[in-house]
């Protein structure tokens, strides 16, 4: 949708982020809340760590460059906000980091994210 169209929006039409409509512009006329940077590293970070909770149980022989040899003393969540602190990355590169590690575990069955090597993964 056109971002000179927004303002003729029905109640039941949603825009859709594109190369016209920023992110900002987007949920801002779909009437959403706008997280900042910080609120979505703490909900990937809730979301990570959920899956460590299970992949932790699980015990496999499979080590990659990405495993570490002990679990790092930083949490996820402030792992998480120090990348988006210092690296200035944006909340789209945040989801698509997630969305990467999704589909890096989708296509090798035999990877699975667990607390040695999530801190070795960075969205940049």
Do not use: G, W
Request: charged share 25%; net charge positive.
């Amino acid at each position: 949708m056109q971002s000179s169209n927004i303002d003729a929006l029905t109640e039941d039409q949603i825009v859709l982020q594109s190369d016209t409509v920023s992110y900002d512009k987007a949920y801002k006329a779909n009437n959403s809340p706008l997280l900042d940077i910080f609120q979505l590293a703490d909900i990937i970070a809730l979301v990570l760590t959920e899956i460590l909770k299970e992949t932790n149980k699980s015990t496999d022989n499979f080590t990659s460059a990405f495993h570490s040899k002990r679990v790092p003393s930083i949490s996820v969540k402030d792992y998480l906000t120090r990348i988006a602190k210092c690296a200035k990355c944006s909340p789209e590169c945040l989801i698509l980091a997630l969305i990467y590690l999704d589909r890096l575990t989708e296509r090798n069955k035999r990877f699975i994210i667990k607390s040695l090597n999530i801190h070795r993964y960075r969205p940049f």
